[in-house]
């Protein structure tokens, strides 16, 4: 990977998702499909529909305003 130069912003916010990976609950999870949606783990487990898809149910909060990707690389 190439080298970058982040800006001291970017590294901030680098910083900020590592102290919250840290402490993140194993109670939940992130799935990600161009928004950040938390979903609670039910019983440990990622509840998804008959279709495969998680359980909209069990999402807690969607983050929209973070640029993301939940396509495959």
């Known amino acids: 990977m190439n080298e ?3 800006t001291k ?3 901030a916010a680098i910083k900020l998702l ?3 990976e840290a402490i993140w609950p194993e109670t939940l999870w992130l799935f990600v499909d ?3 949606h938390v979903v609670r783990l039910v019983s440990r487990e990622r509840v998804v529909t ?3 898809g998680y359980d909209p149910e069990c999402v807690i909060e969607t983050i929209t305003d973070i640029p993301c990707d ?3 690389w």
């Open 4 to 6: 970058l130069k982040l």
């Open 9 to 11: 912003q970017e590294r």
């Open 18 to 20: 590592r102290k919250l």
């Open 34 to 36: 161009g928004n950040i």
């Open 50 to 52: 008959s279709s495969g």
């Open 70 to 72: 939940g396509g495959a």
